[in-house]
C-alpha cells in the first residue's frame, strides 16, 4: 500500500466516522449552534474587517448557518454562496435574501441562476465547510473537492475560516499536497487562529 492509499483510507475512515456524529445533530442543535457562531463571529472586528463574505448554506448535520446570514447582512456585507458546477468548478453568486435559495445539483440550497458572481479571489472572506478540521489548519471535505479544486486553480481569495461543531476538531486531518487548509477555526464554542507552527 502507498503512502497516497494510507491517508485516502485515513480520510475514508475519518469522513464515516464524522458524518455518522453529525447525522445525531438535532435541528434544534444546529439552530443554537449557528445562533452562537454569529455572536462569536460579531464580536471579532479583525474577521469582520471582510466587505465581502463567502457563505454556505448548511446541510442536516451541520451548523445551521441562516444566523451568519442575517448578521452579515445587518453588518451590511455583501454575502456570497456556492454553486457547484457540472464541471466541478464553484462560483459564488451574491444573495441578499435566504428565502432567494434554490435546491442545487446535489440538493444544497445555492443562489438562482442570474444573481451575480464574484471569483473567490474577490472575496476578503470565505466560511467553509468541512467534516472534520484540526488546530493546524487541516480540513477534511465531502469528498467532492469542490473548494480544494477552486483554491488550487489560483482563485483562493481571502482567508478561508472553517465552520463545524467542536467535536469536529481534532488531533490531525490526513491530507494530501493538493488539500486546501484553513486560517482560522469557528465553532459554537469558539473563533481560532490555526496553529502556525506544526510539531
Do not use: N
Not at 49 to 76: C, K
Amino acid at each position: 500500500m502507498t503512502s497516497s492509499d494510507s491517508i485516502e483510507l485515513s480520510k475514508a475512515a475519518l469522513r464515516e466516522e464524522m458524518l455518522r456524529r453529525c447525522a445525531s445533530v438535532t435541528s434544534e442543535e444546529a439552530s443554537e449552534a449557528g445562533s452562537a457562531m454569529a455572536d462569536i463571529l460579531s464580536a471579532s472586528p479583525d474577521w469582520l474587517e471582510a466587505r465581502r463574505v463567502g457563505l454556505f448554506a448548511g446541510l442536516p448535520g451541520e451548523p445551521d448557518t441562516r444566523p451568519l446570514f442575517s448578521m452579515l447582512r445587518g453588518m451590511g456585507k455583501e454575502v456570497f454562496l456556492p454553486r457547484c458546477l457540472a464541471d466541478g468548478g464553484l462560483e459564488m453568486a451574491g444573495v441578499a435574501d435566504w428565502s432567494a435559495l434554490r435546491p442545487g445539483r446535489f440538493g444544497i440550497p445555492e443562489p438562482p441562476d442570474g444573481a451575480p458572481c464574484q471569483p473567490l479571489s474577490m472575496l476578503d472572506l470565505i466560511l467553509v465547510p468541512g467534516v472534520a478540521f484540526d488546530p493546524f489548519g487541516g480540513r477534511l471535505g465531502r469528498g467532492g473537492g469542490f473548494y480544494d479544486r477552486a483554491v488550487a486553480a489560483g482563485d483562493g481569495g481571502g482567508r478561508r475560516l472553517g465552520v463545524g461543531f467542536a467535536f469536529q476538531i481534532v488531533e490531525r486531518v490526513p491530507v494530501r499536497e493538493h488539500d486546501r487548509g484553513v486560517a482560522g477555526l469557528l465553532t459554537e464554542r469558539s473563533l481560532a487562529p490555526v496553529v502556525e507552527s506544526d510539531p
